[in-house]
C-alpha cells in the first residue's frame, strides 16, 4: 500500500486549507482512512477518520471546522480545514489502517500545516 498526500503549507489564522490523499495498492474490504497530525513534541493524534462502512469521527478540537471527504471508488480522502488556527499547526499524516487478522497501518509522507497568528 502507497500514499501519495498533497496541500498544506502557511496560512494565516482563520484562513483555509485542503489537504488531499490517495492510498494505492492492496486494500482490504474492511479498512479506516484517515489523518493524524503531530505538533513538535507532541504525540501523533487522530484528526479525522472515516471507516470503510462511512463511519466518520473528528477529534473534538476541529469538530464544526474541519471536514473529512473520502472517495471509496477512487481510494482517496479530502481534509478541508476551516478557520485555522496557530493550534493546528503541525505536520499532518495521511493513514490508511488494513482490517484483517491483524490491523496494517500504512502512513503518508507528512505534510507540514503552519498557521501564522
Known amino acids: 500500500v502507497q500514499l501519495q498526500a498533497s496541500g498544506g503549507g502557511l496560512v494565516q489564522a482563520g484562513g483555509s486549507l485542503r489537504l488531499s490523499c490517495a492510498a494505492s495498492?492492496?486494500?482490504?474490504?474492511?479498512?479506516?482512512m484517515g489523518w493524524f497530525r503531530q505538533a513538535p513534541g507532541k504525540q501523533r493524534e487522530l484528526v479525522a477518520s472515516?471507516?470503510?462502512?462511512?463511519?466518520?469521527t473528528y477529534a473534538d478540537s476541529v469538530k464544526g471546522r474541519f471536514t473529512l471527504f473520502r472517495d471509496f471508488a477512487e481510494n482517496t480522502i479530502d481534509l478541508q480545514m476551516n478557520n485555522l488556527r496557530p493550534d493546528d499547526t503541525a505536520v499532518y499524516y495521511c493513514?490508511?489502517?488494513?482490517?484483517?487478522?491483524?490491523?496494517?497501518?500504512?502512513w503518508g509522507q507528512g505534510t507540514l500545516v503552519t498557521v501564522s497568528s
Open positions: 472515516s471507516t470503510s462502512g462511512g463511519t466518520i
Open positions: 493513514n490508511l489502517a488494513n482490517y484483517g487478522t491483524t490491523i496494517d497501518n500504512y
Open positions: 495498492g492492496s486494500i482490504t474490504g474492511i479498512n479506516a
